[in-house]
């Protein structure tokens, strides 16, 4: 019988993803999102740091339903902007999920900077809470430079603009097998599996 494991994501993308991963890792789990219980309210994400937002969110969603939860938050960090965005990728530009004005707002900020400067990578931790109060998280990373204008159809948010290390294209031009190969939410993703194997049984 498999056990049941909540993502806190109204996202379909988002618990399709972690389903590959967990099965891919041999786990058998009936994942579902927050979507399933419609009755706990959205969390505001109010932590200082990735690890703390992902926590938070897993925290409040299994102690609502009594059922283990997983959370995972995630962002672009620019080294020249001292790991900014960071927490406040999403809602960089002054309104949440803007993804066009979150973009140029960055390349705005950005367009002195050369090339060897333009170094970030995407960041995101992946938390896991048991009702018991038992908490555990991971962290994943995806790091390259920042190309001056954006390219690519793919993806979302600052996908189009962060090209990885070890390759000539953005994220937003590599399919979406390529990206989650090696992606800084599916390396959180499969950090996280066998901690999920070895506290749910």
């Known amino acids: 019988m ?9 996202n379909a993308h988002k618990v399709r993803e972690l389903e590959a991963i967990l099965a891919s890792a041999g786990l058998d789990v ?3 999102g927050a979507d399933a219980y419609p ?8 932590g200082l740091t990735f690890a703390e937002n992902a926590l938070l969110k ?10 283990p939860a997983v959370a995972d938050d995630s962002g672009l960090c620019v080294d020249v902007l001292g790991g900014a965005p960071g927490i406040f990728s999403a809602r960089w530009s002054g309104r949440h999920g803007d993804d ?11 367009a002195d900077i050369d090339h060897p400067h333009r170094t970030a990578h995407f960041a995101c931790a992946a938390a896991l809470a048991l009702p018991d109060g038992t908490e555990r998280v991971v962290e994943g ?14 993806g979302f948010g600052y996908d189009p603009i962060l090209q990885p290390d070890g390759d000539t294209r953005t994220c937003a031009e ?28």
């Open 39 to 46: 009755e706990v309210p959205d969390i505001k994400e109010t």
């Open 100 to 110: 066009k004005a979150n973009l140029e707002l960055l390349l705005a900020q950005l």
């Open 174 to 201: 590599l399919s979406p097998e390529e990206k989650n190969a090696i992606s800084h939410r599916g390396h959180a993703f499969r950090a996280l599996a066998p901690v999920i194997r070895e506290l749910l049984g």
């Open 58 to 67: 897993a925290r409040t969603l299994a102690q609502a339903t009594g059922v």
């Open 30 to 32: 009936d994942l579902v």
């Open 2 to 10: 498999s056990k049941r494991l909540i993502l806190a994501t109204r």
């Open 141 to 154: 990373r995806l790091p390259g430079t920042l190309r001056h204008e954006p390219s690519g159809t793919g």
